[in-house]
């Protein structure tokens, strides 16, 4: 008797995602199966890669290919106009780190006016990050969300603490897309989506970040919530969990040791950059195996070689 | 697994405001019987028209249009004796969120009822009696084999065939009532789906008492593996046991408010 291989396709979907306006514009999921599974039903939307880029510039960088790429720029608009160069990135990822009232307090106005700026510079979708203070981030949002009307932004993240603004302000008054931020909890991100939806946000709206982490630290947590969070969504019809997954890569892959201790500290470890590299590619392969629609990375050489590795297993 | 299957059994011509709006053609009062049932978490809702012999094909097409135009298409459970109607209606049955169900064949003078769904790639109920109740559940499950096998040699799968062990009522029938949860667990170890109307076995109880009954027995029914019930939705005892039951057979995934969704 032959053999019939039995397709996996499921009845439920990821929901498909447009980030951005115009020719740039990108959509992420809609997809029903298993992630890369295209054997089984054709994958609609490939997963995609997102550069990163920090409000703190190149400051404290120590990787001589990366610094190379990004020569020359003095803005943030600089650099997003470099990286709308990078073979394999798809979308622009500002990251405010120093809005931090902990760190250098950047003001509300001064990161509007960059987003504005690098808005006006380039063409592709983007993705905004915030400092990780709840308080602040949720004003950071709201104000760059309002700047930015019409442009279809993501905003990192609406949290347990302030997805009611963000979520009302991003998700519903100014109509970008939210993504909603759970540290590795399962039961977390399918509530947090609950409680969007519950105020308001429509569904097509959400993406998730069910949590990060750098392949080594606590990976394997991250990994199972994926796998779970994929098989709620498509085995079970898990409607508050069909939203497509972003997960930041870069910003957890550049500070472990691996990605930083000089070479002259542990001579064996071969070059910091190249280990930096290899951390980048190894987490966003798995975090992309386990199910992420969008990485965000950082290094265009990490890029290039996720971006050919998402190709060929398409 | 996939969740537990709640059909909603309130638009049924036993309720005399329903016979009235078949016999009328009058469409809102089961459209808001069907929304009612809906908001309240219903899978699959129930259209019982009764044996229907002069008029059924005209009234199951009717029912099933007006439900799925004004409902997004919501599966449909084709309850009548008459197999004409059943047949007319799934020729109008738009199946983009579910199968329809032929609601019921038995192993008795219903048995052909099975080839009809077979034949019209319709999820069968399957009820595990003849022509009188099993008298125990060596009979109960002759019935199941003798309906899997027919389903399965008219090319069904066999998760398209939903098995009834016929709920029992509890006055007059309490003995009985543990040998029904193991006809369950009988057809939930053949990996078969199963289904039935539930609150059969809190027939003739006090109202305030039915909803302990009937979310009792659905709750130690799930334990033994059902799979879905034709049930009153808008009992909300009982809806709540459902969700929770899901969550502790890991049918779905927690969430805090998971009882709103």
């Known amino acids: ?314 | 697994m996939g969740k537990f299957i709640v059909i909603g059994e309130r638009i049924s011509v036993t309720a005399p405001t329903m016979r009235k709006a078949f016999a009328e053609r009058d469409p809102e009062p089961i459209i808001q019987r069907c929304e009612q049932q809906l908001k309240a978490g219903a899978h699959y809702i129930d259209v019982n028209i009764g044996p229907a012999e002069s008029d059924g094909e005209e009234v199951m097409q009717w029912a099933v249009k007006l439900l799925q135009e004004r409902f997004d298409n919501v599966p449909l459970a084709l309850d009548t004796s008459n197999m004409k109607a059943i047949e007319a209606g799934i020729q109008v049955y738009n199946r983009s969120k579910g199968k329809p169900i032929v609601n019921s064949a038995d192993a008795g003078s219903r048995f052909n009822r099975i080839e009809l769904a077979a034949n019209n790639d319709a999820i069968v109920i399957a009820l595990c009696s003849a022509d009188g109740i099993a008298s125990d559940n060596d009979e109960r499950m002759a019935h199941c084999q003798r309906m899997l096998e027919e389903g399965l040699m008219h090319g069904m799968e066999a998760e398209d065939l939903w098995f009834d062990p016929l709920f029992l009522v509890v006055k007059g029938m309490q003995d009985k009532q543990m040998e029904v949860l193991e006809a369950i667990k009988m057809f939930s170890d053949m990996g078969l789906n199963s289904t039935g109307g539930l609150s059969n076995n809190s027939n003739g109880m006090p109202k305030h008492i039915r909803p302990i009954f009937d979310s009792c027995m659905l709750a130690m029914a799930m334990m033994q593996g059902l799979t879905s019930a034709i049930v009153n939705p808008n009992d909300q005892r009982l809806m709540e046991t459902v969700k929770t039951c899901d969550i502790i057979k890991n049918n779905n995934l927690y969430a805090d408010s998971y009882l709103e969704i």
């Not at chain 1, 380039?122 to 309002?146: T, Y």
């Not at chain 1, 890569?249 to 500290?265: N, R, Y």
């Open chain 1, 1 to 314: 008797m032959p053999f019939t291989p039995k397709k996996q396709a499921f009845n439920a979907r990821i929901n498909a995602v447009t980030l951005g306006t115009g020719d740039k514009s990108v959509t992420i999921g809609g997809e029903n199966v298993l992630p890369f599974y295209s054997f089984d039903a054709p994958i609609p939307n490939k997963p995609l890669i997102a550069a990163e880029i920090s409000d703190k510039l190149l400051a404290g960088v120590n990787a001589p290919a990366l610094l190379a790429f990004y020569a020359g720029c003095e803005t943030m608009a600089d650099m997003a106009r470099k990286a709308e160069t990078m073979p394999g990135v798809s979308a622009i990822c500002l990251h405010f780190e120093t809005a931090d009232p902990n760190a250098e307090n950047t003001s509300i106005e001064e990161c509007v006016a960059k987003a504005k700026e690098v808005a006006d510079a380039v063409e592709m979708p983007l993705i905004i990050m915030g400092c990780k203070n709840v308080e602040k981030d949720g004003k950071l949002f709201e104000a760059i969300s309002s700047a930015l009307e019409g442009k279809n932004i993501l905003v990192l993240s609406a949290r347990e603490e302030n997805y009611k603004s963000v979520g009302a302000s991003a998700g519903m008054a100014y109509n970008q897309k939210v993504g909603a931020e759970s540290a590795v909890d399962i039961n977390l991100a399918k509530q947090l989506n609950v409680l969007l939806s519950q105020l308001g946000v429509p569904a097509a709206s959400v993406c998730m970040n069910v949590g990060s982490a750098a392949a080594g630290y606590g990976f394997e947590y991250l990994s199972s919530t994926l796998d779970r969070v994929k098989a709620a969504s498509l085995a079970q019809s898990d409607a508050q969990l069909q939203m497509p997954i972003v997960t930041p890569v870069s910003p957890e892959t550049w500070v472990v040791k691996e990605a930083t201790a000089p070479e002259d500290e542990n001579p064996g470890w071969g070059d910091v950059e190249e280990r930096a590299i290899e951390m980048e590619v190894c987490t966003a392969s798995a975090c992309l195996i386990g199910g992420s629609n969008m990485v965000i990375m950082k290094h265009p050489a990490s890029i290039a070689t996720i971006s050919q590795f998402i190709d060929s297993l398409m």
